[in-house]
T-cell receptor, first 115, second 113 residues
Framework: DSGVTQTPKHLITATGQRVTLRCSPR?????VYWYQQSLDQGLQFLIH???????AKGNILERFSAQQFPDLHSELNLSSLELGDSALYFC??????????????FGQGTRLTVV | GENVEQHPSTLSVQEGDSAVIKCTYS??????FPWYKQELGKRPQLIID?????GEKKDQRIAVTLNKTAKHFSLHITETQPEDSAVYFC????????????FGTGTRLTVIP
C-alpha cells in the first residue's frame, strides 16, 4: 500500500457525461500529480498541484480541470467525455513538508471507460 | 519545461542476460532521477533513484548511472529474471524548482525464459 488513495477504482460512463476522480495523498505530502495512461501508452502528465496551488500543466484538455483542497486531497474533473478519454488515471503524491528530492508514490489508479 | 526521452521503447532479453535502458533530459537544473517499474495493470513503483551529486548507485541486480555533462542516465539490470518483465519509466525532477515530475515514454522489457 503506497498510502495514496484514489477513488473510484473503476468508472463506466457515457459520452458527454462529467466525472470526478478523487485522490488523497500520503499524509504530509504537499504535491499531487495527475497522469493519464491510455492502453499500452506512457504516463501523460496532466497537472501538478502543490499545497493548494497549481504548479504546472501538461497536455491537459480544456474539458479537464483539477483542484487541490485545503486538506490536500485533489480532484480531477473530466467533462464532455469522449470515447478517447477512456484510460487509467493515476495520481501521485510527493514531498513531505520541507523535504526535497524524495520518492513519488502512486495511487492504484482509476480506470475510466467511456461508452 | 523538462523533456525526458527514453530508449528503447521495447527490449527483449534472454533470462540471465543484462538489460540497459537509457534516458536523456533537457533541463540542466534537474537533480533527482527516479526509475519506476510498472507491472501489467498495476501502479508504477520506484525501484531505484539517483541524485545529481552521485554518478552511480547499485541495489542488488539493479544499477543506475548518471552523466550530468551529457544529461543522460541509464538503468542497468543484470542477471534478468522473468519477473523483471514490466514497463520501466525514467523521470527527471528539479527539486529546487517547481518539482514537476516528467516521465520518459517507457520501455517494455520482456525477459524470455
Amino acid at each position: 500500500d503506497s498510502g495514496v488513495t484514489q477513488t473510484p477504482k473503476h468508472l463506466i460512463t457515457a459520452t458527454g457525461q462529467r466525472v470526478t476522480l478523487r485522490c488523497s495523498p500520503r499524509s504530509g505530502d504537499l504535491s499531487v500529480y495527475w497522469y493519464q495512461q491510455s492502453l499500452d501508452q506512457g504516463l501523460q502528465f496532466l497537472i501538478h498541484y502543490y499545497n493548494g496551488e497549481e504548479r504546472a500543466k501538461g497536455n491537459i484538455l480544456e474539458r479537464f480541470s483539477a483542484q487541490q483542497f485545503p486538506d490536500l486531497h485533489s480532484e480531477l474533473n473530466l467533462s464532455s467525455l469522449e470515447l478517447g478519454d477512456s484510460a487509467l488515471y493515476f495520481c501521485a503524491s510527493r514531498g513531505a513538508l520541507g523535504a526535497r528530492g524524495t520518492e513519488a508514490f502512486f495511487g492504484q489508479g482509476t480506470r475510466l471507460t467511456v461508452v | 519545461g523538462e523533456n525526458v526521452e527514453q530508449h528503447p521503447s521495447t527490449l527483449s532479453v534472454q533470462e540471465g542476460d543484462s538489460a540497459v535502458i537509457k534516458c536523456t533530459y533537457s533541463d540542466s537544473a534537474s537533480n533527482y532521477f527516479p526509475w519506476y517499474k510498472q507491472e501489467l495493470g498495476k501502479r508504477p513503483q520506484l525501484i531505484i533513484d539517483i541524485r545529481s551529486n552521485v554518478g552511480e548507485k547499485k541495489d542488488q541486480r539493479i544499477a543506475v548511472t548518471l552523466n550530468k555533462t551529457a544529461k543522460h542516465f541509464s538503468l542497468h539490470i543484470t542477471e534478468t529474471q522473468p519477473e523483471d518483465s514490466a514497463v520501466y519509466f525514467c523521470a527527471a525532477i528539479n527539486s529546487a524548482g517547481a518539482n514537476n515530475l516528467f516521465f520518459g515514454t517507457g520501455t517494455r522489457l520482456t525477459v524470455i525464459p
